[in-house]
C-alpha cells in the first residue's frame, strides 16, 4: 500500500519533462500519513490538480479556500484539498498569488462540484477563478461589493444595510409614480 | 365573550364607536392568522406552537397559512439575513392590513449573538415589530404569550375611528398619530415611523 506521499510524488514527476511540477518540498509539510501538503506554482495548479486527480487516485475535491496573510506581503494563498476515496488520504495544495494578483486558474473542467465552492471563495476573498462559467458571488447579495473574510474587513461589515436601503428606496419610488 | 369591553380611554367617543371597536377587535384578536416566516432554529420551535401539543388553535391563531395574502400576524423566527431583508419585507407588503409583526427570538429582535456583517441586528430596523420575544429559541409557551399580550394590544385599538373618518390623525392602533403607510411614505434616509418602534424616527415634514 503506497503512501499518499508517494503517489503525489509519483504522479507529478510526469513522463514529458516540459510539464513537469518541480517537487522537492512534496514532504516538507508531511504532517501525518494521511495527508500531505504542497506547494504549487500558480501556473503549474491546474496541471498538478489533473495529475494527481488521473495518476494518484485523488477522485474528489474535498475543498477549495483561500488564507489572507493580510499585512504580509504576498498576501493571499489559495488552498485544494483532494481526497482520495480508494486509498482513504488527502493531498493539500498551497498555491501563493504574488503581490497583484487576484485570480488562479479554475478547476471546473475536473470537477464540475468545484464551481460553487470557487463561488464561495470569491464572495468572501475576492479571488476570481480564470475559467469558471459562473464567477459570481454565493453568499452576500450581488453588488455588495467587498469581501468579508479578508482580514482587513471589519467584523460588523462595512455598510451591510446599503443594498437594502437602496432597494427599499426605489421600492419607494415605484409606489409613489 | 367576557372580553367585550370598551377600548381604554375611549369615554368620549360614544355608544357606536366604542361597541363598533369592542366587536371588531374581539373579532380580529380571536382569529390571528399567522404568517410563519421560519428563518432558522426558532421555526422549530413556531412549527411546536402550531401543532397539537402547544395547539394554538386555542387562541384562534392555529390557520397558518405560507400565502402572506391571507395573513394577519407575522412572525418572523430566526435569524434575519440583510440578503433576506427584501424578501421579509414584501412578505410584509404583500400582507392586507390590519397586521401585526412578532419577532420571535433574541436573532429577530436584535440580532443576538450574530454580531456581523450578514445579520439584520433586529428586524424592528425593517419592520414595525408589536411583541418581542426572547429566548434561543423560546419555547413555545413564550410564544404562545407573546400571541396573548398581542391580542390584549388588539384589544385596545381604535379600529372604527379611523374608519368612520371622525379622527384621521388617529392610526388604527389608536395610539397617536402615525404618518405609517406601507408602500407610500418617506425620504430615502428616514426609518418608517411607528407608534412602538422606540428606534423609529418621526418626520418633521409639514403635511
Redesign the interface.
Known amino acids: 500500500m503506497s503512501t499518499a506521499a508517494e503517489r503525489v510524488r509519483a504522479a507529478l514527476k510526469a513522463d514529458d519533462p516540459v510539464n513537469a511540477i518541480e517537487i522537492p518540498e512534496v514532504e516538507a509539510r508531511d504532517h501525518s500519513d494521511t495527508c500531505v501538503t504542497i506547494e504549487v506554482a500558480r501556473d503549474r495548479l491546474h496541471h498538478a490538480l489533473s495529475l494527481l486527480k488521473e495518476r494518484a487516485g485523488f477522485e474528489a475535491v474535498s475543498f477549495i479556500t483561500a488564507v489572507d496573510r493580510h499585512p504580509a506581503t504576498p498576501r493571499f494563498e489559495v488552498v485544494h484539498q483532494l481526497w482520495a476515496p480508494a486509498y482513504g488520504d488527502r493531498v493539500r495544495l498551497r498555491t501563493r498569488l504574488l503581490d497583484d494578483q487576484t485570480s488562479v486558474s479554475s478547476c471546473t473542467d475536473l470537477w464540475s462540484g468545484a464551481a460553487f465552492m470557487e463561488r464561495e471563495c470569491f464572495d468572501m476573498f475576492g479571488i476570481t477563478f480564470d475559467g469558471n462559467p459562473d464567477m459570481r458571488r454565493l453568499l452576500m447579495p450581488e453588488g455588495y461589493g467587498h469581501h468579508p473574510l479578508r482580514k482587513d474587513f471589519p467584523h460588523r461589515g462595512i455598510d451591510p444595510e446599503r443594498l437594502y436601503r437602496e432597494w427599499d428606496q426605489n421600492r419607494r419610488g415605484e409606489a409613489l409614480a | 365573550m367576557g372580553s367585550l369591553t370598551p377600548a381604554e380611554g375611549a369615554a368620549d367617543s360614544g355608544f357606536l364607536t366604542t361597541k363598533m371597536d369592542a366587536l371588531v377587535n374581539w373579532g380580529r384578536k380571536n382569529s390571528l392568522w399567522p404568517m410563519p416566516l421560519g428563518l432558522s432554529c426558532c421555526g422549530i420551535e413556531l412549527m411546536a406552537m402550531i401543532g397539537p401539543k402547544f395547539d394554538i388553535a386555542r387562541f384562534g391563531a392555529e390557520a397558518a397559512r405560507f400565502s402572506p395574502r391571507q395573513c394577519d400576524v407575522m412572525i418572523v423566527a430566526g435569524t434575519l439575513t440583510?440578503?433576506m431583508?427584501?424578501a421579509a419585507?414584501t412578505v410584509y407588503d404583500q400582507m392586507p392590513e390590519p397586521k401585526w409583526v412578532i419577532a420571535m427570538g433574541v436573532c429577530s429582535s436584535t440580532g443576538g449573538m450574530y454580531?456581523?456583517?450578514?445579520v439584520v441586528q433586529g428586524i424592528d430596523?425593517?419592520l414595525p415589530v408589536d411583541v418581542y420575544v426572547p429566548g434561543c429559541p423560546p419555547r413555545p409557551d413564550a410564544v404562545i404569550d407573546a400571541l396573548m399580550k398581542l391580542q390584549k394590544q388588539i384589544e385596545r385599538e381604535s379600529p372604527t375611528r379611523q374608519i368612520m373618518g371622525t379622527d384621521r390623525d388617529q392610526d388604527e392602533r389608536g395610539t397617536g398619530t402615525s404618518e405609517y403607510q406601507p408602500?407610500?411614505?418617506?425620504d430615502?434616509t428616514d426609518l418608517d415611523h411607528h407608534p412602538h418602534d422606540p428606534r423609529s424616527v418621526r418626520r418633521e415634514t409639514a403635511r
Do not use: E, G, P, Q
Not at chain 2, 115 to 118: L, N, R
Not at chain 2, 183 to 186: D, L, R
Open positions: 440583510w440578503k431583508a427584501r419585507r454580531d456581523s456583517y450578514a430596523s425593517i408602500n407610500v411614505t418617506v430615502a
